[in-house]
């Protein structure tokens, strides 16, 4: 699941803009020339100006635009680890899930053997298997654990 995030280029505004200001500049400057009675070299210096006011705006837009595209693109990188590290954990989490119940029907099959072997046992004789095989699965978790070297020195 990647997500994908589009900005419109910042060109594309700034165009229509610069074309619709030139414009109604020109425009206005050819309605008002008569009355204001400006002098040619006025005209081109008004024109230079507000075409560098544009190509500043322009470009104060790029700029935004391309940290806005750096973040985006952060973001995006992060967004992607985590996914990655979403998929690890769930696919550890399953792999832990089967061994689980792995176990659960080993331990259940390990039990129903004991019963069967044991079943003809009188009582006394049968807890006393029991208490063996629980001590026995005691010291085999604690070796596991690391608490005892080695189970011959317990017995």
Request: glycine share 4%; net charge positive.
């Given at each position: 699941m990647?997500t994908t995030v589009?900005?419109?280029?910042?060109?594309t505004?700034?165009?229509?803009t610069f074309?619709i200001a030139?414009?109604?500049i020109?425009?206005?400057?050819?309605e008002?020339?008569?009355?204001?009675?400006?002098?040619?070299n006025s005209k081109?210096?008004?024109?230079?100006w507000?075409?560098c006011?544009?190509?500043?705006?322009?470009?104060?837009?790029?700029?935004?635009?391309a940290s806005l595209?750096?973040?985006?693109?952060?973001l995006?990188?992060k967004l992607e680890?985590?996914e990655?590290?979403r998929d690890?954990?769930?696919?550890?989490y399953?792999?832990?899930?089967?061994?689980?119940?792995s176990m659960?029907?080993?331990?259940s099959?390990?039990?129903?053997?004991?019963?069967r072997y044991?079943?003809?046992?009188?009582?006394?004789?049968?807890?006393?298997?029991?208490?063996?095989?629980?001590?026995?699965?005691?010291?085999?978790?604690?070796?596991?654990?690391?608490?005892?070297?080695?189970?011959?020195?317990?017995?």
């Amino acid at each position: 699941m990647k997500t994908t995030v589009r900005l419109l280029p910042p060109h594309t505004a700034s165009i229509f803009t610069f074309f619709i200001a030139v414009g109604s500049i020109l425009s206005l400057m050819h309605e008002f020339t008569p009355y204001l009675n400006w002098g040619e070299n006025s005209k081109s210096i008004f024109f230079l100006w507000f075409s560098c006011l544009l190509v500043v705006l322009y470009i104060n837009r790029l700029k935004e635009y391309a940290s806005l595209k750096k973040k985006v693109d952060e973001l995006t990188g992060k967004l992607e680890s985590v996914e990655r590290n979403r998929d690890g954990l769930i696919q550890q989490y399953n792999r832990s899930n089967k061994k689980i119940k792995s176990m659960k029907i080993y331990n259940s099959l390990l039990w129903s053997e004991i019963e069967r072997y044991t079943s003809s046992f009188p009582d006394k004789e049968k807890s006393e298997v029991y208490r063996r095989i629980l001590l026995e699965d005691r010291v085999s978790e604690a070796i596991q654990d690391g608490k005892i070297q080695s189970s011959k020195n317990n017995r």
